[in-house]
């Protein structure tokens, strides 16, 4: 993708190499309501960040993307087209260099030094070792797992039978799973053993059957060569009525 846009931009370039193009700048109330809406989400971002003491994420800014360009066209839009894509692609090109430069020392910091980094939890390992150990204790297809968000919607995306998630065991979050269902078709419930997650068993705990049976598990997660530290887990299977 990035090769492609780079390859549009020296087409630009070159295209428009000779050509004049006529200003069409913004009025100056547009520009005002322009700047207004692409630069607030970036001021209530960090207002409420810092007020609030919430995580400040690189999703928020996902509103400042549509108009940026605008802005950007306001300023450079007088300049020749020659001279804008020049620069663009220069620009273009040196960015991605950078990046792609640097990912490999960023991906091992954010390894070796930030240890709650949540693409480093084994949830792809645990779907696949939850999902066995329910097929080892019960002949049942898996239609429901319930527990630790992340790790009932990771089952439900890695288990390759792709069973509906009931994160947090909380029917207001799958008002679709009943306890009818989940009496009828039985539930796996993953709960890491973390202060995190300390109401996982305390919620999957109304779900539960006297043929409920409980596993320790642990697991680490394994990629290019790199091990994760262990993580405990608590898995609950519950079978289906018979």
Request: net charge positive; aromatic share 10%.
């Amino acid at each position: 993708m990035i090769s492609g846009i780079s390859v549009m931009l020296a087409a630009l370039y070159y295209w428009h190499k000779k050509s004049t193009p006529t200003a069409r700048p913004l009025t100056q109330s547009l520009t005002k309501w322009v700047l207004a809406v692409t630069l607030t989400p970036i001021v209530l971002t960090l207002a409420f960040g810092l007020s609030m003491q919430t995580i400040v994420m690189a999703e928020m800014m996902i509103g400042v993307v549509p108009l940026l360009p605008l802005l950007i066209f306001q300023a450079f839009g007088t300049l020749p087209a020659h001279f804008v894509a020049r620069v663009t692609l220069l620009a273009t090109l040196i960015v991605n260099a950078g990046a792609l430069l640097a990912a490999p020392l960023y991906t091992a910091w954010r390894v070796d030094f930030t240890k709650g980094w949540r693409k480093q939890l084994p949830v792809q390992d645990m779907a696949q070792e939850a999902t066995r150990l329910w097929h080892e204790r019960t002949h049942a297809p898996l239609m429901y797992v319930a527990g630790s968000t992340w790790y009932a919607n990771g089952t439900s995306f890695y288990s390759p039978e792709h069973p509906h998630s009931f994160p947090n065991s909380d029917p207001t979050l799958a008002p679709w799973v009943t306890p009818a269902r989940i009496h009828r078709y039985g539930v796996l419930t993953i709960c890491p053993v973390t202060a995190e997650d300390a109401g996982c068993l305390e919620n999957a705990a109304h779900y539960t059957t006297p043929q409920t049976v409980k596993i320790a598990v642990n697991m680490a997660h394994h990629f290019a060569g790199h091990t994760t530290p262990d993580h405990s887990f608590v898995v609950m299977i519950t079978p289906p009525s018979s």
